[in-house]
């Protein structure tokens, strides 16, 4: 029996007659599960996705228009925010992770955009070589959105498929894309919009590809390809969007900054599936427990990062995973409530008539590999430098350690438990001093609280955290705090100083 289907074109047919069956992705969730795939697929036409969360790798275009006397531009800010200036003369690229020079870490590129299509004037300085046919060296004015040519918004690389859960390992709080991360496994945070999520929803891109209408920023906007590190096989796929910045909606479009990471855009999408099989009914009943995602150490800075496990989106939402046998309190960096409110907007859209579907007229790739950076000097990483530790235990005598500083010719000694798990570590000073000073136990004198290291993080980092915390060695210690040898600052030095 030949499979039963409809076409993109037969479904704006009914748009236009106003008796098109539209469903946000929760809503056909739930009629599957209730009536089944075929009645699911006989019933409903479109499903419309949604999603609200940073960007990182999005930005805008503006054209400023010719000055009088012409200029060139050479560098240019926007309210103190570098931008680009990748083509001819009058044409800037607003990148959303470039920081104001006079407020960094608080506003940026992403702001600069929000601020524009809020209808916000802002600054514009300009500077130039200056040309025979291009005099002018200098420019300072303000503008608003009504006063360029074009402002659009081009994004390199949004909507992932799906996203890692992050943990941090180290005994301090780090802070990075994927927010505040507390020592020790103290929290998670995870991104995107699970079984709501465009690209989960048609995970094969049936149905999208270039040329493609969804929702961006509050109003209609166009895949205009695969996003940058698409990675299909591992369904990590993105998109590379373009909309008109002009007629977008700030609540769509955010600017923002991670504390002491940078600055960012959140951005809001949508996309329309359309129901042309039976398969595609089925896929786009995902549910969050069905779309897993890897435990990741950003505690270890490296590309391929430490995986402690794997998490569904269900368990994420739940506000609790398990990370090594703890209960780990997790939390979104997306809002699921703007992304259900983006699917709605876009199911009235369509209903009334206000959107129209378009088939892609090249769909997604789905065989791209995603290569690492080719690089031509190996990066020394802990593991390269790093030896056996002299160690102790806490009920030794003080100059029992002594002996040992002596024998083994160091200034470290780490003291570990019956497991050979960390539990503190002792100098050289600490250990004359206690003679000094007529102590006996060791326990007295026992540094409790102690920086460490991993055997797959770079020896630049681990280099940093010693200057930052003013000492002079990091123990190496796996996920489980086994003690697996000690780094020094003069190991580092001999490798970084080469």
């Known amino acids: 029996m030949l499979e039963k289907k409809r076409t993109v ?34 019933e409903v036409d479109v499903v419309t996705t949604g999603t609200f969360g940073a960007m990182c790798s999005s930005g ?21 925010v570098p931008v680009c200036h990748p083509g001819a003369a009058v044409d800037l690229y607003i990148g959303a992770t470039l920081m104001s020079e006079t407020r960094p870490f608080e506003y940026g590129g992403g702001h600069v955009i929000e601020d524009l299509i809020s209808g916000k004037e802002v600054e514009l300085r300009a500077t130039a070589y200056g040309t025979d046919c291009y005099p002018r060296t200098q420019l300072r004015t303000t503008i608003t959105k009504d006063d360029l040519n074009q402002f659009y918004l081009i994004n390199f690389r949004n909507c992932y498929q799906r996203y890692v859960c992050a943990t941090n390992s180290r005994d301090e709080t780090i802070y990075t894309y994927m ?25 094969d891109y049936e149905t999208i590809g270039i040329g493609t209408r969804i929702f961006l920023g509050g109003t209609q906007g166009y895949v205009i390809g695969e996003g940058t590190q698409h990675d299909p096989k591992n369904q990590l796929g993105t998109i590379m ?12 479009i955010r600017g923002a ?51 402690l496990g794997v998490v569904s989106y269900k368990e994420l939402r739940s506000g609790t995973i398990t990370i090594n046998g703890k209960k780990v309190k997790v939390s979104p960096l997306s809002s699921l409530k703007t992304a259900v409110e983006i699917a709605e907007t876009l199911k009235k859209w369509i209903e009334e008539g206000l959107f129209y579907l378009t088939a892609p007229v090249e769909r997604l790739p789905g065989d791209t590999e995603f290569k690492p950076m080719k690089q031509r000097e190996k990066a020394f990483l802990v593991r390269d430098i790093v030896q056996k530790a002299v160690t ?9 350690v002594a002996k040992k500083i002596i024998e083994y010719s160091v200034n470290h000694v780490v003291v570990v438990n019956d497991k050979g798990e960390l539990t503190g570590i002792v100098t050289s000073w600490d250990v004359t001093k206690a003679v000094a000073d007529g102590k006996s136990k060791l326990s007295d004198i026992i540094t ?25 060695a990091l123990p190496v210690i796996d996920h489980q705090r086994k003690v697996l040898g000690i780094v020094t600052s003069e190991d580092v030095t001999k490798i970084l100083g080469r």
């Open 257 to 307: 900054a991670f504390t002491k990471y940078g600055t960012t855009l959140y951005v809001g999408i949508g996309i329309p599936i359309p129901i042309l099989n039976i398969g595609l009914a089925k896929k786009t009943a995902v549910r969050d427990e069905d779309i897993k995602v890897p435990i990741v150490d950003y505690g270890v800075p490296v590309r391929d990062r430490p995986k």
């Open 392 to 400: 102790c235990r806490e009920d030794e005598e003080i100059k029992e």
């Open 9 to 42: 074109e037969e479904i704006n047919e009914k748009i236009k007659k106003g008796d098109v069956q539209v469903l946000t992705a929760l809503e056909m969730k739930k009629l599957v599960e209730s009536s089944g795939v075929e009645v699911a697929f006989k």
């Open 448 to 472: 409790r609280k102690v920086i460490t290291a991993r055997l797959e993080e770079p020896i630049e980092a681990a280099a940093r955290r010693m200057v930052q915390y003013q000492i002079s």
């Open 60 to 80: 805008a275009v503006i054209n400023l228009g010719h000055s009088d006397p012409p200029i060139k531009i050479q560098n240019a800010w926007i309210n103190d």
């Open 241 to 252: 969007v373009r909309g008109d910045c002009k007629k977008m909606n700030p609540k769509f």
């Open 179 to 203: 927010g505040k991360l507390l020592p020790r496994f103290g929290n998670a945070t995870f991104s995107g919009a699970g079984e709501l999520n465009p690209l989960m929803n048609d995970p």
